[in-house]
């Protein structure tokens, strides 16, 4: 609405109350819109991959070929500092146990060591506003720091942020979080 000017629409067949157009805050005016969070997730590390074209292609093929959905993927280089990166990625819980064999199987064959931990949560902050607001990741990191959580993983797209935690900080982070970005005070 250009002008700020309220629309009264009715029909004039009925005596219906008919509809109110009025001008609303922009859904890129606010960065954060909402907090989602996921307990029904497994982390899985692979430590020492060889780092070479098609191994990972390797991994989760064998794990698409077991119909199995992979969320979180983040790839880094390996801590022990050689020509080797680390695989990090998240499955559902339901799915760890029928797949732990193909993951140690793979592991092998990419000659890597597998760590698991199935007691994280996936804390995800959204907003279109995100894309136009400086400073969001900076504050959610800034957030969880004050209340002494560690970050295990980070994935980001365009309006979302997510951070894998120990599931024992759910209720903290998502409180936390939803204060920290105000939406305990929106409508």
Do not use: W
Request: aromatic share 4%.
């Amino acid at each position: 609405m250009k002008y700020g000017v309220p629309v009264h629409v009715r029909s004039s067949f009925s005596e219906r109350s008919g509809t109110m157009v009025v001008g609303e805050e922009s859904l890129e005016s606010v960065a954060v819109t909402g907090i989602a969070y996921d307990k029904g997730e497994a982390k899985v590390q692979l430590v020492g991959v060889i780092d070479r074209p098609g191994v990972v292609a390797k991994i989760f093929g064998m794990l698409a070929e077991k119909n199995v959905s992979v969320d979180m993927i983040i790839q880094s280089p390996s801590r022990g500092g050689d020509s080797r990166t680390d695989v990090t990625f998240t499955v559902g819980k339901t799915d760890l146990p029928r797949v732990r064999d193909l993951i140690e199987q793979a592991a092998k064959e990419v000659s890597a060591d597998v760590e698991y931990d199935p007691e994280i949560v996936k804390v995800s902050i959204v907003g279109l506003g995100m894309r136009s607001h400086a400073g969001v990741a900076s504050k959610m990191f800034g957030l969880l720091a004050a209340e002494g959580i560690n970050i295990q993983a980070i994935s980001t797209s365009e309006i979302k942020i997510s951070c894998i935690i120990a599931s024992k900080y759910t209720q903290l982070v998502v409180r936390t979080l939803h204060e920290g970005f105000g939406l305990d005070r929106r409508g």
